[in-house]
């Protein structure tokens, strides 16, 4: 699942340093990553890059913010394999295709004429890009990820879709806010400055 489709649109090289330069074409030039790095039926690496960037996040927060998990009967060590195992294999992939399938239904009221259901899988997956660093307890840094993400999301759609940015920002925005609000707790990072005194879903 690190590898790229055998000929992806754009020359994409294979592996995790492809998967890595792509982390980082997505937050330097996202506009032409969106347009030369989305291929039509490559969901893998798109799910892959979002497990990765999970599991850097949730790492760096399950190390440096205590009780972040509920404690097991087990060592400490165990309890992090377990659990971090449980968010980046089963809990990432879910919600991935859960926004996905959400994001396609926002799609068609708005772009008519628009990308198909595996391209808003990677579109939604590489916007993860700047939440490596969310899950470090510094809410300034967490609000800057939660909200470039959210920047990424739309542009993926607008670039992805070729369609205006208000109908970018009608179809995404609701994603937006449940990947990067959410998922990524920017809400929660927001109401650590008062911004938002209290969010439920």
Not at 35 to 50: E, H, I, K, M, N
Not at 59 to 73: A, C, G, I, M, Q
Not at 99 to 120: E, F, K, M, Y
Request: aromatic share 10%.
């Amino acid at each position: 699942m690190t590898t790229w489709i055998e000929n992806p649109e754009g020359g994409r090289d294979r592996g995790p340093r492809a998967l890595a330069r792509a982390w980082l074409e997505v937050l330097i030039r996202p506009r032409r990553f969106f347009r030369v790095g989305v291929s039509p039926g490559d969901q893998a690496p798109g799910l892959t890059f979002l497990m990765a960037v999970v599991c850097c996040a949730e790492t760096t927060r399950y190390v440096l913010v205590p009780d972040t998990y509920p404690s097991l009967p087990v060592t400490p060590a165990l309890a992090a394999v377990f659990w971090l195992s449980l968010v980046v294999l089963l809990v990432a992939p879910l919600s991935l295709h859960f926004t996905a399938a959400l994001q396609t239904l926002l799609l068609v009221p708005t772009v008519p004429d628009r990308a198909g259901i595996s391209q808003t899988v990677q579109v939604l997956a590489y916007s993860t890009a700047p939440c490596v660093f969310a899950g470090v307890p510094v809410p300034e840094l967490r609000v800057l990820c939660a909200g470039y993400g959210a920047f990424l999301l739309l542009l993926g759609i607008r670039v992805v879709n070729e369609t205006s940015w208000i109908r970018a920002i009608l179809a995404g925005s609701v994603p937006a806010a449940l990947v990067f609000g959410y998922g990524f707790r920017g809400f929660a990072a927001l109401s650590d400055f008062g911004v938002v005194s209290q969010i439920h879903i």
